[in-house]
T-cell receptor
Framework: GAVVSQHPSWVICKSGTSVKIECRSL??????MFWYRQFPKQSLMLMAT?????????EQGVEKDKFLINHASLTLSTLTVTSAHPEDSSFYIC?????????????FGPGTRLTVL | AQSVAQPEDQVNVAEGNPLTVKCTYS??????LFWYVQYPNRGLQFLLK??????LVKGSYGFEAEFNKSQTSFHLKKPSALVSDSALYFC?????????????FGTGTRLKVLA
């Protein structure tokens, strides 16, 4: 149980275009999902917390108008990178919060590699 | 402020030998601690967590971790390493101070198991 999928697994786009990444919890409902960014050989950087039915909460320094997050249902959150530029190239990972027993655990998607030309 | 430290960037161990990947934490209150593993170009896979109870936590793939409150540590261990254990390991603590469900991740430790 607790499987999270991401689509696409990789994407190449031209500078100036927008890219949408989907994150789905396949076998559980997730009121909270998280979006991370990971640079090569570095740890995960939390970008935002996505809450179903409400606005996302962005971490300091993350442009909310550039990284649009929508959490329209209990199993789907989307991250749209708007007007992408080469510096947005990165590995984007989502996670979904699952409640197991008395505490929660984050389960991660397989990641999406974005390359902006 | 709550934080997690993984003091070793890389750990090398021979196949069949025991392995330890270190993690120390700093939190206010009782910690919720996690270990994840990441294989190349993949997301993170949950290994185990400590919330309360027995200090020795058993997880996936034969891994275990020992919670030590006095030393504020949560080291990941395995009695006999496999080459396939070679990956990037992350320790994380739930950020209880923020009123959210955010995790704070360590910088990661690359484990290399040598045949």
């Amino acid at each position: 149980g607790a499987v999270v999928s991401q689509h696409p697994s990789w994407v190449i786009c031209k500078s100036g275009t927008s890219v949408k990444i989907e994150c789905r919890s396949l076998d559980f409902q997730a009121t909270t999902m998280f979006w991370y960014r990971q640079f090569p050989k570095q740890s995960l950087m939390l970008m935002a917390t996505s809450n179903e039915g409400s606005k996302a909460t962005y971490e300091q320094g993350v442009e909310k108008d550039k990284f649009l997050i929508n959490h329209a249902s209990l199993t789907l959150s989307t991250l749209t990178v708007t007007s992408a530029h080469p510096e947005d190239s990165s590995f984007y990972i989502c996670s979904a919060r699952a409640l197991r027993g008395h505490t929660d655990t984050q389960y991660f998607g397989p990641g999406t590699r974005l390359t902006v030309l | 402020a709550q934080s997690v430290a993984q003091p070793e960037d890389q750990v090398n161990v021979a196949e069949g030998n025991p392995l330890t990947v270190k993690c120390t934490y700093s939190v206010s209150g009782n910690p919720y601690l996690f270990w994840y593993v990441q294989y190349p170009n993949r997301g993170l896979q949950f290994l185990l967590k400590y919330i309360t109870g027995d200090n020795l936590v058993k997880g996936s793939y034969g891994f275990e971790a020992e919670f030590n409150k006095s030393q504020t540590s949560f080291h990941l261990k395995k009695p006999s390493a496999l080459v396939s254990d070679s990956a990037l390991y992350f320790c994380a603590v739930r950020d209880l101070s923020s009123g959210t469900y955010k995790y704070i991740f360590g910088t990661g430790t690359r484990l290399k198991v040598l045949a």
